[in-house]
């Protein structure tokens, strides 16, 4: 069975750091664009940042500087590590795969067929 399951959200204080990962099941995480998004009640869908199977990144203007995402092959998981947090990083944390791109990823959410459950972020001021 092809799934991502998501892990490492919770509840912090502005300035805090948070590490989310992503175990990818019946799929090679490395094989193809990942990325990271993210969303709150009655907005659409956000890319925060992807990463193609050459380690380029991209990121969204809100989080650059603060937020880096990352993979370990050997154990299949994408990682998105976040510091300096604020309040309006509050949101349900979402990672994808773009199974048909592995070079070239975008932000937009609708490039990505393939999610995970979500996991949930707080960031309290």
């Known amino acids: 069975q092809v799934q991502l399951v998501e892990s490492g959200g919770g509840s912090v204080q502005a300035g805090g750091s948070l590490r989310l990962s992503c175990v990818g099941s019946?799929?090679?995480?490395?094989?193809?664009?990942m990325g990271w998004f993210r969303q709150t009640p009655g907005k659409d869908r956000e890319g925060v940042a992807v990463?193609?199977?050459?380690?380029?990144?991209t990121y969204a203007h809100s989080v650059q500087g603060r937020f880096t995402i990352s993979q370990d092959n050997a154990k299949n998981t994408l990682y998105l590590h976040m510091n300096d947090l604020n309040p309006q990083d509050t949101a349900m944390y979402y990672c994808?795969?773009?199974?048909?791109?592995?070079?070239?990823?975008?932000?937009?959410?609708?490039?990505?067929?393939?999610w995970g459950q979500g996991t949930q972020v707080t960031v309290s001021s």
């Open positions: 994808a795969a773009d199974q048909y791109r592995s070079r070239g990823c975008s932000l937009g959410s609708w490039r990505f067929p393939l």
């Open positions: 019946g799929y090679d995480v490395s094989s193809v664009c």
């Open positions: 990463i193609d199977i050459d380690g380029v990144t």
